[in-house]
């Protein structure tokens, strides 16, 4: 048979059901013939009471209600015009940024476009490149350079900084010859007489 | 929000865009009128040195040439408009024809057309920087060398127009 300090130490799991089956039988003969140990097990089960009371928490709304509250709540603050100006100037920037970045694209294109267009480029992009240039200025002053053959025609570009740029040179002459003057860029179209028949 | 952004950068794309080919037609449809000038030399080696009417010609020649003569033969001048032909009388019978076909930019297009007499010698499509010279030369003159130079010139766009004037020899 247990004593009052064996079967103190068992009325807390007693009052909260987790005795084995025998232990509760023995807590429960021994509470019929002892008044001491039954006042205790009365304490232990005011406490147990007041401590789950404590314990308990609030009920808490529903998720959607509990935002709507939420929501309700901050609609009746009322926000510093401070922040309000810098969140809307934040969003505003946020704005302003994408579009002058597509306008900055957008003018970009624009002056390749208008660089491709101009004369200089169109007069760049349509000079042929001349691989008789050394060939053509190592003549100067002796226009006996054969660029032509009769009947053939033949399409030429004066190089470097000539004044003329010639697409095209047609003769009936058995030999034309075409330089260019590197120093001012005079171009010479030669076309000495035939001999005589 | 989106769609505003769109909007703005569509209406930007397009002011630039018309900004840009604004700029293009006008570049393109500069000079119309055509000054030409035509100077005939004949270049020999009779040692009489450079024709004081040459002036700033003379030194050009002595560049391209060996010779010790350049005498002028005729100068003469010239009007038209691109898309007509303007003939000149050279010496010895020879007839040139220029015809002008744009202005591209600081470029004068035209096709110049050599005759002697009723044959043509030379035809040549080109492209002359405004204000310079091209150099024909080689058929015998007299004692010496026919040299032929070709200056254009564009003038600016909205002068009155004049239908092509025929050249004056300045001899």
Partial sequence: MADCSEIGLMLGPFEDGELEPHEMQEVARHLARCNDCEKLLLDYGIVGRELRTLASQPALPAPEAFAQTVDARIAKLRVPWRRRSALAFRGWGEQMGAAFASMALAATAAVVTILLLSPAARVYLTRQPAASLARLETKVGEPRQQLASAESPVAVSTPGNSEAIISRLESNIPSVALWSEPQDGTTVIWLPDQPQQ | ?171
């Fill in chain 2, 1 to 171: 929000m989106l769609a505003w952004r769109v909007h703005l950068t569509l209406i930007a794309a397009a002011l630039i865009a018309i900004t840009a080919q604004g700029t293009a037609v006008a570049g393109g449809s500069a000079p119309q009128r055509i000054n030409l000038h035509v100077d005939s030399v004949v270049a020999s080696d009779t040692h009489e040195g450079v024709d004081k009417r040459l002036a700033g010609m003379g030194r050009r020649l002595h560049l391209l040439f060996n010779y010790s003569t350049y005498r002028l033969i005729s100068h003469q001048d010239g009007h038209t408009e691109c898309g007509q032909m303007i003939s000149f009388m050279l010496p010895g019978g020879r007839i040139l024809h220029i015809q002008p076909r744009e202005v591209d930019g600081d470029m004068i297009a035209m096709e110049l057309v050599l005759f002697q007499g009723a044959r043509p010698l030379m035809t040549t499509d080109l492209k002359l920087k405004n204000h310079g010279i091209l150099i024909v030369g080689g058929p015998r003159y007299e004692q010496g060398m026919l040299i032929i130079s070709i200056g254009a010139d564009a003038e600016q766009s909205g002068r009155t127009r004049s239908t092509p004037t025929s050249a004056v020899n300045a001899e």
